[in-house]
């Protein structure tokens, strides 16, 4: 369908592609969902992870570009929404088709990033403590020693994603970028309302009751306003198919 829109989703640092599974059955049929494994989890597994923030950018944009669709967005979830920013200047760089819009949750703007703090987190505790402090990782992962280990074990190499980017002045993108935030997430706002300073297009900011896991705290609600920010997209999908029949 000409007027079909894919929707390709980061995942947040420690998790995979799963995620986002559970979203094919609360979206729009006009909705390709498309959630990205990152190497070593989920299906890909036996691939060794990458901890460098640009060789995986790198590497992800030559995986998507040889069957990018015409219409997409990128989402991503805090490390995931970081993701999506380098893959849409990546593939810009390329050359290759621009996405209609760049959909950000629960992230810092790339300008106001703190690489350090992710560097600072060297223990198991601190890990710890940090996925509880976030909210957003089911108890059954505490209670199973193997799966926690599994987790961290993720964590430490998604935090060294997040710890090795470093904010280059690239030219802002010239496509909608559109933000969501939780009202009780330590991001507050100024951190959020620059990632304005990545678009020379339209910016919002959406936000919802809840911490840095608001997408599932208040799925109802974010998924509603997910749809209307991928509705203003598909508009634009739909004009640009009239215009050129």
Known sequence: MQDQLTLFCFPCAGASASMYRRWRRLLPSWVTLVPIELPGRGSRMDELPNDSFAALIQSLCHELIPSLPEKYV??????????????????????????????VAGCAAPIRQDSQRYNNLQSDAAFIAEL???????????????????????????YRVCGSFEYAQLPPLPIPVHCFAGRSDEIKAAKLNDWCLESTQLFTLDWFDGGHFFLRQSEDR????????????????LRETIASA
């Open 74 to 103: 990128l989402f991503g979830h805090s490390m995931g929404a970081l993701l999506a920013y380098g893959v849409a200047q990546g593939l810009r760089a390329e050359r290759s088709f621009t996405p209609k819009a760049l959909l």
């Open 132 to 158: 509880d402090k976030q909210g957003g990782t089911p108890d059954e992962v505490f209670n199973d020693q193997e799966l926690l280990a599994m987790t961290l074990d993720l964590m430490r190499i998604d």
């Open 222 to 237: 974010f998924l509603f306003m997910l749809k209307k920010r991928l509705m203003t997209c598909r508009g634009e999908v």
